[in-house]
Structures are given as C-alpha cells and as structure tokens.
C-alpha cells in the first residue's frame, strides 16, 4: 500500500526489559544495565530499524525493601549523551521531573544534549508519582495533583524561555573584530512567576532544533490539558483499541480548542509484543517469562499503582472494581489501565497480574511477525495512534525480533520509513522547527 502518512516508533529502553520478572531467565541482560555499553547497543539496534526515537523514563527513588525488581540506574540525561556518540539519526528522550527540577537547570541539560547530538534532543515532561522521590528533594511529600500541574505549566514556560533567550545568529564568532557574541541577540527572560524566579539568559547558546521536541505522558484530566496545551508528542497508556481511540479523539479535540487546530502532534501508546515464528511459539515465550513471576512482589507492585491492598486477596478470585480515580493520589494514568483492564477482562487477580507483566497494563500483542503488523496497522488506520512506543518484555532478544522481523513488514506495506528523513528528531516526527518568542511574549 501507499500512504504518505507514515508510523512513528519509539524503543522505551527499561533495564533488561519490560517484564517485570524477566530479568530472571538465565539469558537476560540483567547483569548489563549498568553498563553503557549495552544501551548504546540498544541505540544502535532501534536506529538500524529507523526509530524516531530511545526514550527513558526516571525515577527519583528507590525502594530498598523491594528485592524482585531491578531498580532505576544510569542518570539518563548522562545515559543519552553518550548514546549520542554511539549513534547518528535516531532521537534521544529523557524525563524530567517538572517537581524536582529547575527550569535553569533542565534546559541547560537538554540544550546540551541537543548540541551534543546535533539536534536530537526530547524531552517528556513529567509531574513524577510518589512521596517517597519527593523526600529525596526536601519536601515531606508530593505537593497535590493540581498544584503539580500548576508548576509544570510555569516550568515549560520558563524553559521555553530560556531555550528562546538565544537568537540563532547570537555568535559571530568575528577574530578580526574581537567579537565572539553578539549581546543584542541575547537577552534575559525575567521570568517572575509563583513557584520560579529565573532571571536567564541561558547560558548554553540556541539548540540546533530551536528546541528540544516536548513529549508528555499524562492522561489524567490535568495530564490530558496540559499536553494539548504544550505537548509536540504524546506518550500515552491505552489497554485496547477502543479506549485507545476515545484517548486519541478525545487529544484531538482538546489540541484544536486551544488554538492549535492543524498542529501535528503524534499520539504513541505503549505496546508490548511478544513475536514468533507460530503464535504458539510467541505465547510460550511470553510463558517462559511468566514464570519467573513473584506474586508478592507483583501484589505489592499493584498495591502501589492502585492504593488497594491485595495482600491477602486470593489469586484465583475476581478482583472488585476499583474506586473513582478522583481518590487516588498516585499516577492517575496507570490506575485508569487497571481501572479499564478489571472492567473489561473481569480478571481473578492472578489473571490480572500477568496482564499487568510487562508494560504494567499497555496495549500487548502476541502472534507471528505478519500477525503483530496487521494489528498495528488496524490500531494505526483507525487513527487510535500514529505509532506505538515500543515496550520490549525483554532486552534485547524483544527488539531485535521488532526490527528484524516486524519492521520489514510495516516497510513493504508503506506504513514506515526505509530511511531517516533528516538530522534531527524534529526531522523524523514531522516537526517544524519553532521560531523564536518574541521578548514580548516572555513573562517580565
């Protein structure tokens, strides 16, 4: 087939894999994610396949009690730069913590990274989840949700700021006239606002990008605003093509309220695959990591994401439906997943625990290689997505078998790229480079 619209494919790089007991199986990566090299392998593999992108998540805390899991490990702004120099088209995201971090401090970061990759810098901007991260930044606890949507809104805006504080002829760079800068083209931002004070400029000169791409993975009610306000890209959780197209209508619409009808911004949820020569083949190598499952720990992981307590709930009895998720305070986004799978599948809790494996409740498909393409492409022309961000249950064994094998496929029908339309991230999403603010625009 011929289109000229085309999937996006992101690799969400997560230790040795998304499964949450994968790390297990005696041919894991487990004893790797510690090592750099290993991501930039990871790196070179998605850009073999013409990924848009590698992103990682972050967190800012770890819970020493929980021996099952592997924990968070490489600082992935540090992570990302040196993939950079391991690779050359495909783009570099990392999160950033709108609660924790200073606009300064962030922009500086992801100007640099730009700089470092000549233009392939994103960012996901995040609000993070739990208290627990908070006291690691000398607060008691996470301020409330609203409140942190607040400070993000003000975050983008001084980071924006910053990053436009530059204009793109800023550096002469004149030997003969002992100029290296020209100060009328770099101003500061005064920003004066309720939770930053910034006076700028930055001081890392204009990213090649302009910017760097802003992702956002919100999917609560504030989430779902924020990202059609600011959003170039979206991360999002969707368990089924049905709540996967109400998700995506539901952004369009918002996006074209705010003033941005006509702006292209890629909606990209996550999905899990598990692929084999047969679907038998494919479902035993689900199987396999399957049962390297630690029910206790899978229980405490669920307690976590839903506030409920399933310690002495039996495996083999139906779980309730959960509360209204205006009663959690945690990340509202994967209580929904829960909230949708529960009300759908009608799981007895062991049955809900291994749908929540890998990906934590993100859209998972299982069969041959030809099999994984049609459903994608049933998800993709129906206009629920405009490409995944690929959850690998394992690494890299998972990502490999995506390129080599699904990738092919979605190439002969005309769904992806053969090769990479440009340089830079904003090359590869379809973005146009951002002009820089007027100073008027900027808050004084």
Same mark, same amino acid.
């Given at each position: 087939?011929?289109?000229?619209?085309?999937?996006?494919?992101?690799?969400?790089?997560?230790?040795?894999?998304?499964?949450?007991?994968?790390?297990?199986?005696?041919?894991?990566?487990?004893? $790797? &994610?510690?090592?750099?090299?290993?991501?930039?392998?990871?790196?070179?593999?998605?850009?073999?396949?013409?990924?848009?992108?590698?992103?990682?998540?972050?967190?800012?805390?770890?819970?020493?009690?929980?021996?099952?899991?592997?924990?968070?490990?490489?600082?992935?702004?540090?992570?990302?730069?040196?993939?950079?120099? %391991?690779?050359?088209?495909?783009?570099? &995201?990392?999160?950033?913590?709108?609660?924790?971090?200073?606009?300064?401090?962030?922009?500086?970061?992801?100007?640099?990274?730009?700089?470092?990759?000549?233009?392939?810098?994103?960012?996901?901007?995040?609000?993070?989840?739990?208290?627990?991260?908070?006291?690691?930044?000398?607060?008691?606890?996470?301020?409330?949700?609203? =409140?942190?949507?607040?400070?993000?809104?003000?975050?983008?805006?001084?980071?924006?700021?910053?990053?436009?504080?530059?204009?793109?002829?800023?550096?002469?760079?004149?030997?003969?006239?002992?100029?290296?800068?020209?100060?009328?083209?770099?101003?500061?931002?005064?920003?004066?606002?309720?939770?930053?004070?910034?006076?700028?400029?930055?001081?890392?000169?204009?990213?090649?990008?302009?910017?760097?791409?802003?992702?956002?993975?919100?999917?609560?009610?504030?989430?779902?605003?924020?990202?059609?306000?600011?959003?170039? @890209?979206?991360?999002?959780?969707?368990?089924?093509?049905?709540?996967?197209?109400?998700?995506?209508?539901?952004?369009?619409?918002?996006?074209?309220?705010?003033?941005? %009808?006509?702006?292209?911004?890629?909606?990209?949820?996550?999905?899990?695959?598990?692929?084999?020569?047969?679907?038998?083949?494919?479902?035993?190598?689900?199987?396999?990591?399957?049962?390297?499952?630690?029910?206790?720990? @899978?229980?405490?992981?669920?307690?976590?994401?839903?506030?409920?307590?399933?310690?002495?709930?039996?495996?083999?009895?139906?779980?309730?439906?959960?509360?209204?998720?205006?009663?959690?305070?945690?990340?509202?986004? $994967?209580? /929904?997943?829960?909230?949708?799978?529960?009300?759908?599948?009608?799981?007895?809790?062991?049955? *809900?625990?291994?749908?929540?494996?890998?990906?934590?409740?993100?859209?998972?498909?299982?069969?041959?290689?030809?099999?994984? %393409?049609?459903?994608?492409?049933?998800?993709?022309?129906?206009? %629920?997505?405009?490409?995944?961000? *690929?959850?690998?249950?394992?690494?890299?064994? !998972? /990502?490999?078998?995506?390129?080599?094998?699904?990738?092919?496929?979605? =190439?002969?029908?005309? /769904?992806? $790229?053969?090769?990479?339309? !440009?340089?830079?991230?904003?090359?590869? *999403?379809?973005?146009? $480079?951002?002009?820089?603010?007027?100073?008027?625009? &900027?808050?004084?």
């Amino acid at each position: 087939m011929n289109t000229t619209r085309q999937l996006h494919l992101n690799a969400f790089i997560y230790g040795a894999g998304h499964h949450t007991m994968g790390w297990r199986h005696p041919d894991s990566s487990a004893n $790797r &994610v510690g090592d750099i090299a290993y991501y930039e392998e990871l790196a070179r593999l998605a850009e073999r396949g013409c990924f848009d992108a590698v992103f990682f998540a972050d967190g800012q805390s770890v819970n020493h009690e929980y021996a099952a899991g592997i924990p968070w490990f490489l600082e992935p702004v540090t992570a990302l730069s040196a993939m950079a120099r %391991a690779t050359n088209k495909i783009g570099l &995201v990392t999160t950033i913590s709108a609660s924790f971090y200073s606009p300064f401090h962030a922009a500086r970061l992801l100007a640099s990274l730009d700089h470092i990759s000549s233009g392939r810098a994103g960012i996901n901007v995040v609000t993070s989840m739990f208290d627990a991260e908070a006291r690691n930044h000398s607060m008691d606890a996470l301020p409330g949700h609203a =409140q942190r949507y607040e400070r993000a809104e003000e975050f983008v805006e001084a980071m924006q700021g910053l990053w436009d504080s530059w204009s793109d002829s800023a550096l002469p760079v004149d030997r003969e006239a002992g100029s290296y800068l020209d100060p009328t083209q770099i101003r500061p931002i005064n920003h004066r606002g309720k939770h930053f004070s910034v006076a700028g400029p930055l001081s890392v000169p204009r990213c090649p990008q302009g910017r760097p791409v802003l992702f956002q993975a919100g999917s609560s009610e504030a989430g779902r605003s924020f990202a059609a306000r600011h959003a170039e @890209a979206i991360y999002s959780v969707s368990w089924d093509l049905e709540s996967a197209l109400e998700y995506a209508v539901d952004l369009r619409a918002r996006i074209d309220d705010v003033g941005r %009808a006509g702006t292209q911004v890629p909606i990209l949820p996550g999905l899990v695959t598990y692929i084999g020569a047969t679907r038998a083949e494919a479902l035993g190598k689900k199987e396999a990591l399957d049962s390297y499952l630690d029910f206790d720990s @899978a229980i405490k992981q669920l307690n976590m994401f839903t506030g409920q307590d399933y310690s002495s709930h039996p495996l083999g009895a139906l779980v309730a439906p959960l509360p209204p998720v205006s009663e959690f305070s945690g990340p509202q986004g $994967r209580y /929904l997943t829960v909230q949708r799978i529960i009300e759908t599948k009608q799981p007895t809790l062991r049955e *809900l625990l291994g749908f929540l494996a890998a990906g934590g409740g993100h859209a998972t498909m299982i069969g041959t290689p030809t099999e994984i %393409a049609d459903e994608i492409e049933q998800w993709f022309l129906a206009g %629920a997505c405009d490409g995944f961000n *690929l959850m690998c249950p394992s690494f890299p064994a !998972g /990502l490999e078998d995506f390129v080599d094998l699904v990738v092919p496929i979605l =190439q002969e029908r005309g /769904l992806f $790229r053969t090769a990479y339309p !440009g340089q830079t991230l904003r090359d590869s *999403l379809g973005l146009t $480079r951002p002009e820089r603010l007027d100073s008027a625009m &900027v808050r004084g």
